[in-house]
């Protein structure tokens, strides 16, 4: 498997975040920057809209970052990403099917980039916990995540190669999801599409 965790997030300061969405895009209103693992996410307010300003980092290919670009050109001609209305007794609902909604409009979306061999994809669970559950201190913890991987390999894994595949965002964890008020939830950061079986 590649190394796809690469080098940490580019080192871009907030003023020159501010420069490139000024001079580029006409955005003024700073409001903070946003926490990512590789990347760099910059929030700006304009008029009656929030933007977002992502530098990708300096190791990503130049395809990929293009096949991120146009998975969400493609979403946003079906479905808005940004504008629907959870109660908090139903948060995680619309959530996940705000999540549905992004990868059944993806199903169509076809790159050659997305078939890549990355981290977080879910084909490499069996991997990517072998290799780190020995940093789980609790010994509890870890026989539970070691039982839940045995249930994936003795279920899930088996049906891999009847499972249709499709492009999927692949993301959507606590940094990726930006609450910007109780009316307003946006998924964000499409650095993570990718090819992936699912049912």
Known sequence: MSNDLRTLSSEFSIDEAKTIANQYYGLNQFICQ?????DQNFLFHHEQSKFI??????????????????????????????????????????LEKLRGQIDKSLMKFKDECAKRDIYWNIINAEYIINKYKNLIIDKNHRQIIENILKDW???VVTLFSSLRQSIIHNDANDYNITVMDEDNINLIDFGDVSNISYK
């Open 153 to 155: 390999i003795e279920i």
């Open 34 to 38: 946003l926490p990512n693992e590789h």
């Open 53 to 94: 300003l992502k530098i990708s980092n300096i190791d990503e290919i130049y395809s990929v970052i293009h096949m991120q670009n146009r998975a969400m050109e493609h979403i946003n001609n079906r479905i808005s990403l940004a504008n629907y209305r959870p109660h908090t007794s139903k948060l995680i609902f619309n």
